[in-house]
């Protein structure tokens, strides 16, 4: 079976709108914190946040189950010129959508919760069309043809369920575990230090890692 499995990687919106930035320190308890630490407090909210962040990675692989191997791959990474994210967003939604055209099912973990809806909302920021079968990709009640969102298919949709991250499944399956010495929260600071091939290699591992995951579960989950 070939599967289309795909991740992002977020920043803060590099051109979030002052007052927008404002609202935010609203939202956030700081405590007793320093200038610093509050300042990576903002940043870490507004990465993972829909309407506050911004796309720096997106890669998407066609993963062969049966031959286990790799057959196309798609990886686009956002440099230094933050408005060149309108090309990663419409590249990633063409990439996607030709999938659904050609029945290729959409892998992701976490992608109903985290991934699309960060999607859709740039989407909406640059006037990028999407599919017309968006819903059909984010059901939150099993998995469709279109979409395995593996968070949710291995808490059986329950979300009174614990949802495990990739990295425990990995472990669990033995599968192998992400990329040692480096997670989302360390994203930005690469990304403002220039380690743009950094933040590549690692959402492109965890594209593989997902693929591979989807491999050792999928006669469990798949739609027949």
Known sequence: MIAANFDLETIPDQALPSKCLRA?????KFGNLGPEKRQEKIDKKMSVTPRMCQVCTFVGMKYDTD???VTEKISLQLKADPEDEYEIIRDAWDWIKSCMNNRIPIVSYNGIGFDLPILKMRAIKHDVPIPFKYKELVSKWGPTKFHYDLMLCLADFDRYNSFAK????????GIGQKTEGMDGSQVYPAWKA???DKIQSYCEDDVLSTARLFARVESW???R
């Open 24 to 28: 935010i320190t609203d939202e956030i």
């Open 67 to 69: 031959a286990e191997k």
């Open 166 to 173: 990739l990295d425990y499944w990995l472990n669990y399956f």
């Open 194 to 196: 220039g380690e743009y």
């Open 221 to 223: 989950i798949k739609i």
